[in-house]
């Protein structure tokens, strides 16, 4: 497997591993933003004049169905006369706003199913090929989705759900390549570059997709998007290798530094792969935390995502323009805040001021104090759109502490089993997808108001203390004893186990 390191021209002007950060980073912002565009898109899509004709005519008494939500405990004033003019933009489709929610949320589906298989195979095989694959299903389906929409909307479902399975192995797989590239003492900057991709992804693309769909028409999101992935494509193929000892664009002194950082030799033999210890996984308290903090952090991390848009559009009554600035900027200042978090918490651990430990908890609680408190605040700030946005904005910034918090750690506690870790925690954390838009989607279908988005808030008020007690009191950055059980025979490492744990992986 070992490459020697002629070739090397590239390795001169920029470490092999950032190369492997930034595109797994554009990879991930990708992704994101192929994912996100359909929820800017569908308001261009949707013939919104011919849907409320039709709620109006079929509901009960015309208070209870007013689509626009004039009904209710508080009703917001819209921004400007023009702003509600801006949303009622037709396009050529009628679905109704249960159809909406499927083709929104169907994405999951895929998202689901992908995760643990995709994780396992990335770790077995190959992580390079399992994000190439992920990112070109995602392009592929995206530059088909126009063209099915005309046919039929279900069409649009099969092809989401084919980004979902794209997507799902986004994070399995890099977290396997960072497990193989990312020295201990850069692996919270590594992880957050990586990760924070998906914000910036997330902000381009909304921003992107408002002004395609108000300018250009929404079947230009989906080419524009699509075809510019395209280049990413043929980039990680020539760029990237799974692990530093394949890389040829590399020079001798970065391998061995990453080689040695990891306790590997650098000789560079394929490591033996080893089964997944899944008892001592499942019983594993730091690993369970993990667990509880994704689950509990993805629930509000869909709530802004996918929800925040429409609660600006529908309650706080913002035009399209306007919402896709004040909803897509927060993710800007979650990148920059999660790059400065992981360098300062990277930097006070190499000079061992906290462990690892504290590195991460300290991330996790940034990441769900500070938008469980915003989510509070919103609740009793009625119609104050400035203030709910600066607070949306505070809350979106500050889950940017996840990927250094508890979304890095699965590295720590077992590098060897990173992909399925993370598959795990993260199909998991999946439901939390699938439930929030049919949660929101019944709370608010009927009754657009603040007083039932105060529920939906509450609940994920709720979900962020579970996560800061769980995390808090059994979190841990120390690599556990059964990522090492099976490897050697002669290794002194595996005699301070119990013989329970060694026990589950035979
Ligand atoms: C939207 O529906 C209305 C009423 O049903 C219809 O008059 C209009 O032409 C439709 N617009 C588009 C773009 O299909």
């Known amino acids: 497997m070992d490459v020697p390191a002629k070739g090397n021209i590239l390795g001169h002007y920029m470490p092999a591993r950032y190369i492997l950060a930034i595109l797994g980073s554009i990879g991930m912002a990708i992704v994101y933003g192929l994912k996100v565009n ?49 949303m009622e933009l037709d396009g050529p489709f009628i679905w109704l706003p249960g159809v909406q ?22 770790e077995l095989f190959s992580a390079k090929w399992v994000m190439f694959f992920s990112v070109t299903i995602n392009v592929v389906c995206t530059l088909l989705t126009p063209v099915m929409a005309q046919a039929h909307y279900a069409a649009v479902v099969v092809m989401r759900v084919g980004e979902g399975i794209g997507g799902g192995v986004t994070f399995p797989a890099m977290h396997v390549l960072l497990s193989k590239w990312a020295p201990p003492a850069e692996r919270s900057v590594m992880s957050a570059l990586v990760y924070a991709g998906t914000s910036l992804g ?19 999101v989906f080419y524009v998007m699509g075809g510019l992935s395209c280049i990413w494509c043929v980039l990680w193929i020539l760029l990237v290798q799974d692990t530093p000892q394949q890389q040829s664009l590399i020079s001798a002194e970065e391998r061995q530094m990453i080689v040695t950082s990891l306790g590997g030799k650098e000789g560079g033999h394929a490591q033996k792969k080893l089964p997944v210890p899944w008892r001592a996984v499942l019983k594993s308290p730091a690993f369970l935390s993990i667990l509880v903090a994704h689950a509990c952090s993805n629930w509000g991390w869909y709530m802004l995502l996918i929800e925040l848009p429409f609660y600006m559009q529908q309650v706080l ?65 009625g119609c104050a759109r400035a203030a709910a946005v600066a607070l949306m904005a505070i809350a979106v910034t500050c889950i940017g502490g996840m990927f250094c918090g508890f979304l890095s750690n699965h590295i720590d506690i077992a590098p060897n089993f990173a992909g399925t870790l993370m598959a795990l925690t993260n199909t998991i954390s999946t439901i939390p997808g699938i439930v929030v838009p049919i949660f929101v989607g019944a709370l608010t279908q009927k009754n657009q108001t603040i007083s039932s988005w105060r529920i939906i808030f509450f609940v ?21 004893p059964w990522n090492k059980i099976p490897e050697s025979n002669d290794n002194i490492e595996t005699k301070p186990l119990n013989n329970d744990e060694k026990k589950s992986t035979v």
């Open 38 to 86: 359909l929820s800017v898109a569908m308001v261009g899509m949707v013939n919104n004049s011919a849907i409320k004709n039709i709620i109006a005519a079929s509901g009960g008494s015309h208070n209870q169905t007013n689509y626009n939500a004039e009904v209710g405990d508080v009703e917001c004033e819209g921004s400007n006369s023009e702003g509600k003019a801006t």
């Open 460 to 480: 994920t008020i709720g979900l962020y203390i579970v996560e800061i007690v769980v995390y808090t009191l059994w979190g841990s950055g120390e690599e556990q």
């Open 317 to 381: 009554k913002f035009n399209m323009t306007e919402n896709a600035v004040t909803t897509s900027l927060p993710f800007l200042s979650l990148w920059i805040f999660s790059m400065c978090l992981s360098r300062t918490l990277d930097w006070l651990t190499s000079k061992s001021y906290i462990t690892t430990t504290i590195a991460r908890k300290v991330a996790t609680l940034f990441a769900s104090v500070v938008p469980a408190v915003c989510l509070l605040a919103v609740c009793y700030i």
């Open 101 to 122: 929610g499927i083709v929104l949320s169907c994405y999951f589906w895929g998202y689901f199913v992908s995760q643990l298989p995709g994780g396992r195979i990335a």
């Open 202 to 220: 997330t902000v381009i693309s909304i921003l992107t997709a408002g002004v395609l769909t108000a300018n250009v028409g929404w079947e230009s």
